[in-house]
């Protein structure tokens, strides 16, 4: 009997480097970085998931030889400028405080799945949520030490591909996140070679880690001691563990995952109707630009902020036509996106 041909395959599991040519920037980046009180807030918060998916009608041929190689080497290249992000956040026995530091050999998770599912389905505005799981990225984090950041290209041939990328919460806020991978879609659209050992930056898009510019001390005692005084008390004394607690997502297997577009003048009515607004969680992704990262593809089709599944949080950001409007993704029961698709489309009709 022939057996079905696999959805979902997993071609390679490999890890990139920063890469280790002959050539070093005049400024290296730093291999320790202390963490902000900031950063402390989210130590053991859940990690963020984010899905850019990019049409794309090259032969899979082309994609496994030219683009695939090319995106490898870019991020190799960008992580000499990231250097703390091929790392780990780590909290050793002899330090009162946890902070990230990368040594010689460490690496970013990278994963390349072929899915033969609907690309055309999964990267509209509206599809079931358990289809983008497989998506995912996993970030690898224990208590003795927790990864930054995870990536995974998933292509589907002949229609697009999607890139999975999950980040440390402690390491990336959302401005973080869409510095770096502003950063490796601009050295992948370089002119360069496979051989190129370091790439420059803009001004721009040069990371700043100088941390001594943030103070938090009042009156000798620091926010970031308050943080870790609390987090060693959870779970029993001397907790120093890193590892990141995983929320069960309260969804059904047929929740709904939706995005809604308001336009500026959408957006206005909203304004003179916004006196008795509900209280909400929202994931606020304004003005990161994150439609405008282009690895040479164009703009993403679709980004979808997949982490906010589990919290049932509002994620909102700009939409991919840069006039102003505002694109809002959320992740509901079926019936309940039913109903709330009606009631957005009817409010949007009444004003």
């Not at 999607?162 to 050295?187: E, N, P, Q, R």
Request: charged content about 20%; overall charge negative.
């Amino acid at each position: 009997m022939v057996q079905p041909e696999e959805p979902f395959k997993v071609v390679e599991v490999c890890n990139v480097e920063p890469f280790h040519g002959p050539t070093k920037p005049s400024q290296s980046a730093p291999t320790l970085l202390p963490l902000t009180f900031f950063d402390l807030l989210c130590l053991r918060s859940p990690p963020v998931e984010c899905l850019y998916f990019y049409e794309l009608t090259n032969s899979t041929t082309f994609f496994y030889k030219t683009i695939l190689p090319n995106l490898k080497h870019s991020l190799s290249l960008t992580l000499q400028h990231f250097l703390p992000l091929a790392g780990n956040i780590t909290w050793p026995i002899d330090s009162s405080k946890p902070f990230i530091n990368y040594v010689c050999d460490d690496s970013v998770s990278f994963t390349v799945v072929e899915s033969k599912a609907s690309f055309k389905d999964i990267s509209s505005h509206y599809c079931e949520a358990s289809k983008r799981h497989n998506l995912i990225p996993l970030l690898e984090t224990c208590h003795e030490k927790a990864s930054l950041i995870s990536i995974q290209v998933t292509l589907f041939p002949n229609n697009g591909f999607c890139l999975g990328i999950t980040t440390h919460h402690a390491a990336f806020d959302g401005k973080t996140a869409s510095h770096f991978m502003k950063s490796w879609s601009y050295i992948t659209c370089s002119n360069y070679n496979l051989d190129s050992s370091f790439l420059s930056l803009p001004e721009n898009l040069t990371p700043f880690f100088d941390r001594s510019l943030i103070q938090d001390h009042d009156n000798g005692i620091g926010i970031s001691e308050a943080y870790v005084v609390d987090y060693m008390k959870q779970g029993g004394p001397n907790n120093n563990s890193v590892k990141v607690i995983d929320f069960p997502s309260t969804l059904k297997n047929d929740a709904i995952k939706s995005l809604f577009e308001l336009s500026p003048s959408n957006i206005q009515k909203l304004k003179q109707h916004a006196k008795n607004e509900m209280k909400m969680n929202v994931i606020n992704l304004s003005r990161l630009e994150m439609y405008s990262i282009d690895f040479g593809f164009g703009k993403p089709k679709k980004v979808d902020i997949a982490s906010t599944d589990k919290t049932g949080a509002f994620s909102h950001c700009e939409t991919r036509y840069n006039d102003g409007g505002v694109e809002i993704g959320l992740a509901l029961n079926k019936q309940e996106m039913e109903t709330f698709s009606t009631l957005f489309v009817q409010e949007l009709e009444s004003i």
